[in-house]
């Protein structure tokens, strides 16, 4: 290859560069991590993106090149030069590649063992998922049971995740771990928050209808807020087990079926917007046009007989028509907190 | 377009007239097609009743199990009906075969398209039509998507709507489009370039074809059932138990399409090994066989697993089996293990097929030889075995054995370096060609580009940690799409231009292919590149709904996607117009080496009428005096050459 043209297919491939790197780094590609694994999969992101610019340039200036010099005239019938093959170019570029894609497996597979290092000092939240709710509990605080997940700043965390039905994925976005949550199996994610703020948790596996509705919230608080949080939760949850509605067996229903992941009510402490607020079922029971308490039997058995407005037919499961009637019952007293 | 010759005018002589009267509701064809269809639903209606009664089974009608029998029963007595089992069924009941006359060789009217023909090049024609029909309409599909995810919250359709607008989307795309599109071209220049006058099995390939309108009407039927929500990948075991009946028309239509690819590769690879002419040895092969020929080979070996992983799905919603069943000890990943053992190898299904086109695309409108032909040739024999070595990729979140993630991570980027090769050689036969860019080279040279897009973002994926965060996210479908639209269906389109003329005996609109080129290409990565930021911000793939900060850029990409979606118009009137009223086209407009471009545009009936003699490789443009095939007229006898 003459020199000239080495010259200027440099100065073609950096132009390249130089327009794929501006797109790289002007563009805020990754969210803000908020996690250590977060930033190693961003170094991992930048190791590849590095040799994705590399070789993107190289083969965008080779065809502009090849595009603009080596066009034939219109009236040019011949043919080009017959080169059948280069054994020296062919060992170049199969082994240049293999090395850099081995560079990737190496860095990769550190960064994956280093994210999946727990701490022995580190705090357990079992997470269960079902369709479309997620619920998280906490065994060291005597299975506190909360509809958004809680953590405290700088601390490992592992999740242990079961699903109830078909399979989910937690994700949150600036924590950068994702795992599937497989019903039979429990699944497990290490993560260790370093940023405060409140993130979205979002299910990235098609789990039914209201998949795109299967959302929660994390919250990273300060270690100091998170044990004052932890301790009014659980003084919430004595007193609504005392309180007048007779909480006791009925908000054991509501917690471990997953209510809290979509409603809110405040008798239980849940704040969870996917579904209709519970607080509200004596003005949903007038506009259905039915008693109270039948009106709550019903909407739990048979969720699409009445569908609050601006809420979906279909996203509550029907499943809970298999709840025994005990439990039932205890469940809708509950709700009713003794009004009629 | 007619094919007729007078040659084969000739072989007609012994023809049996046309059956007259009553009679014609016996002959093969759409007037057999109802009342057989019919007959076969009585029959599958009648030994499911009989059992269920026999077994005390209640209730003895029971629709879910009465569908389920008739998605086969059905299909078969329109099969039958049209006539694809005749000849077989005749030898088989002890009938007297009826002598091979022609009769159903060739097209002398439109009338021919629609009939099982057992000629390639009417059989490529009707796969690549029917293809493109499956292929407009999943795409006017994802407009819908788009036009639902233009904003934020529920406009258009419902939530298992868009779910199911989502899976047709998908399953019609690969199982009706890009697979059987390949096949299809395939099936028209792959003889041809072997210098066969016909596939090896005509009978078997006229049938793989009647599969796929099944398979197709199949699957768009499924809304109407309702209820294919679950994906076009069908995990357990939201597919299996928690959908309602039209999953089972996405299993059963699988399993036509998967039935229909297999014999096709089963036709390819005898056609390939026993067919080609003499001189014609695997390294004088065009790299187009090559492709097709190690593409037939993934087919017969994967495809049978996504069959297995489809019934069993099925057996777990319909006859409650529990081969996924959690609660009775099923193995759910083990879908996923099955699943993706065959649609990872089918993602080279997918792509091998677009490699060859794209090599002799560029060689020819490079006016060079490939370059490095022989490597050329065993980087996809590499990818062949890599591909059956990388499928648990797909399932690093997927609460596999953990152990599994590293190994296949190594595979996973390993076939880098094939694939690597392919487009490195390619860029070397460019390097002092004599560059024409007409629609194919465009396209062809679109492709590279795409692919090359596609498959660095495949590297992400490929690395566990990055595949973690982006897994499940629009970051994938931003990849599959660039591999997929970007690679394969820019292959496609590259392939139908360049075989335009050959098959319709008609040149294209330069013009219009250009502009519909270069629309394809800006709306293309107008719609796709900015769903990479999107799933790397936090946007999970399959969802009808957004966070709000997502609206702006969803709302873009909904805009480009109907530009690109409108220019797909150009392309359709293009293709029509042209084949109705296009310039009569030369026996070889592009100049080519290889042996379809030998004979007149369309070619006579059996191909070649007279037995081709390779003398040398597919591409040596640019050197003195060399040839790829002579004809009898000025055959170059060369001992070594003959006894081949």
New interface residues.
């Given amino acids: 290859m003459r020199r000239g043209v080495l010259v200027r297919l440099v100065a073609v491939g950096l132009a390249a560069a130089a327009v794929a790197s501006a797109v790289a780094f002007f563009v805020p590609w990754l969210p803000t991590p908020a996690s250590k694994q977060a930033d190693r999969i961003d170094f991992v992101f930048w190791f590849v993106t590095g040799i994705s610019i590399a070789i993107f340039a190289l083969v965008v200036a080779v065809i502009l090149y090849s595009v603009v010099r080596f066009r034939a005239r219109p009236d040019d019938d011949s043919d080009g030069a017959p080169i059948h093959g280069n054994t020296g170019l062919e060992i170049a570029w199969t082994a240049f590649p293999a090395v850099l894609v081995t560079a990737v497996a190496v860095v990769s597979a550190v960064a994956l063992a280093q994210n999946e290092n727990l701490p022995k000092k580190h705090l357990q939240v079992n997470v269960l998922a079902q369709q479309f709710a997620w619920s998280f509990s906490y065994p060291k605080y005597k299975g506190l049971t909360v509809s958004a997940l809680h953590l405290p700043l700088n601390e490992a965390v592992e999740l242990k995740m079961r699903s109830k039905d078909v399979i989910h994925s937690f994700w949150v976005p600036q924590f950068g771990q994702k795992q599937d949550l497989v019903p039979g199996i429990t699944t497990k994610l290490v993560i260790t928050p370093k940023r405060l703020g409140t993130y979205p948790v979002v299910c990235t596996e098609l789990c039914g209808e209201g998949h795109a509705l299967m959302r929660s919230e994390a919250i990273v608080m300060k270690p100091t807020a998170f044990a004052s949080w932890v301790k009014a939760q659980e003084r919430a949850a004595a007193k609504a087990s005392q309180g007048p509605s007779g909480g006791g067996p009925g908000l054991a229903v509501f917690n471990s079926n997953g209510c809290s992941g979509c409603h809110t009510f405040k008798p239980a402490g849940s704040t969870a917007t996917t579904g209709p607020d519970l607080d509200n079922l004596p003005a949903d029971a007038r506009r259905a046009g039915k008693p109270l308490s039948a009106f709550v039997r019903e909407s739990i058995v048979d969720p699409n007989a009445y569908i609050e407005k601006g809420y979906q037919p279909n996203i509550m499961p029907s499943t809970f028509k298999s709840l025994p009637k005990q439990q039932l019952d205890a469940l809708v007293q509950f709700l009713i907190g003794g009004k009629k | 377009m007619t094919t007729a010759t007078t040659a084969h005018d000739e072989l007609h002589a012994g023809a049996a007239p046309p059956p007259h009267g009553w009679r014609r509701l016996l002959a093969p064809g759409w007037l057999r097609v109802p009342w057989m269809s019919a007959l076969f639903f009585g029959i599958g209606l009648g030994i499911t009743l009989l059992v269920r009664w026999a077994e005390g089974w209640h209730p003895i009608w029971d629709g879910q199990v009465i569908t389920t029998i008739e998605l086969v029963a059905v299909p078969f007595g329109f099969l039958a009906g049209i006539g694809g089992f005749d000849y077989w069924t005749r030898y088989a009941i002890g009938s007297p075969t009826q002598p091979e006359d022609h009769s159903g060789h060739g097209a002398y009217s439109w009338r021919d398209y629609f009939r099982i023909n057992t000629d390639h090049k009417v059989i490529g024609v009707q796969y690549v039509v029917t293809t493109i029909f499956f292929f407009v309409a999943a795409g006017l599909l994802a407009m819908i998507m788009r036009a639902e995810l233009a904003r934020p919250g ?1 406009q258009f359709v ?3 709507v ?2 199911e607008l989502f899976s047709v989307h998908a399953a019609l795309m690969i199982f009706l489009f890009i697979i059987p599109a390949f096949a299809g071209l395939g099936n028209y220049v792959i003889p041809l370039m072997i210098g066969a006058p016909d596939m090896a099995f005509p009978r078997l390939n006229a049938l793989s074809f009647w599969l796929l309108p099944v398979a197709g009407l199949l699957m768009l039927s499924s809304f109407f059932v309702p209820g294919f ?3 076009w990948t069908g ?1 357990a ?2 597919c299996s138990t ?1 959908q309602e009946l039209g999953a089972v028309f996405f299993n059963m239509g699988v399993q036509w399409a998967g039935a229909s690819s297999i014999m096709t590769a089963l036709n390819f690879l005898v056609t390939i090994i026993t067919m080609r002419a003499p001189g014609m040895t695997f390294w004088r092969l065009p790299l187009l066989v090559w492709a097709n020929f190690t593409t037939s080979l993934l087919v017969v070996i994967a495809t049978p697993f996504i069959a297995g992983s489809q019934f069993m799905t099925m057996f777990d919603h319909i006859m409650h089996t529990n081969f996924f069943n ?2 009775a ?2 193995y ?2 083990g879908y996923q293990h099955i699943f993706w053992f065959y649609s990872h190898p089918a993602v080279y299904i997918m792509m091998l097929p677009g490699f060859g086109i794209a090599s002799e695309v560029i060689s020819t409108f ?4 490939i ?5 050329m040739a065993l980087s996809l024999m590499a990818i062949l075995v890599l591909g059956f070595s990388v499928w648990a990729h797909h399932m690093f ?3 596999m054995a ?1 152990w599994l ?2 190994p296949m ?2 595979t996973s ?2 076939i ?2 094939p694939t ?2 392919k ?3 390619w ?2 036969t ?8 007409s629609t194919p080279m465009l396209f062809a ?1 679109g492709f ?2 795409m692919f ?2 596609g498959g ?1 973002s495949g ?2 994926l ?5 595949d ?2 982006v ?3 629009y970051f994938v479908v931003a990849h599959i799409h660039y591999v997929l639209f970007g690679g394969s269906l820019f292959t496609i389109f590259a392939g139908i231009y360049y075989w335009f003329p050959k098959m319709t005996g008609r040149m294209y609109d330069e013009r219009l292919g250009k502009l519909h080129f270069w629309l394809t290409f800006i709306g293309f990565n107008a719609t796709f590149f900015p769903m ?2 999107l799933g ?3 946007m ?8 709000p900060r997502f609206a702006d850029l969803n709302f873009f990409i909904s805009i480009a996607s109907f530009f690109l979606g409108a220019s797909t118009l150009v392309f359709l009137y293009n293709m029509i117009v042209s084949w109705a009223r296009g310039a009569p086209a030369p026996a070889n407009p592009w ?1 080519a080496h290889t042996l379809e471009w030998q004979v007149s545009s369309p070619p006579p009936v059996f191909n070649f009428d007279e037995i081709p003699q390779v003398v040398g490789g597919p591409y ?4 003195p005096g ?1 040839r790829h095939a002579v004809f009898n007229g000025d055959r170059v006898i060369e001992e070594e050459e003959v006894n081949v």
Wanted: hydrophobic share 45%.
């Fill in positions: 529920m419902g939530n298992q868009f779910n929500g679950c994906g995990y075991p939201l928690h959690y609660e000890h099923g759910v990943l490079a006016r060079k030889p370059f490095g032909y022989r490597l979140v997927s609460g953990p993630r590293v991570m190594v980027v390993v880098a370096v690597g090769i487009v490195f050689s860029l070397a460019l390097w002092e060609g004599k560059l024409n860019f040279l590279v580009s090359v897009i660095l590297i992400y490929a690395a566990v940690p990055i973690i965060h897994s499940d996210t990479h930021y790397i911000q936090g999970p793939r399959r969802v009808s709904d957004y966070a100049r040596e443009y640019g050197v060399a």
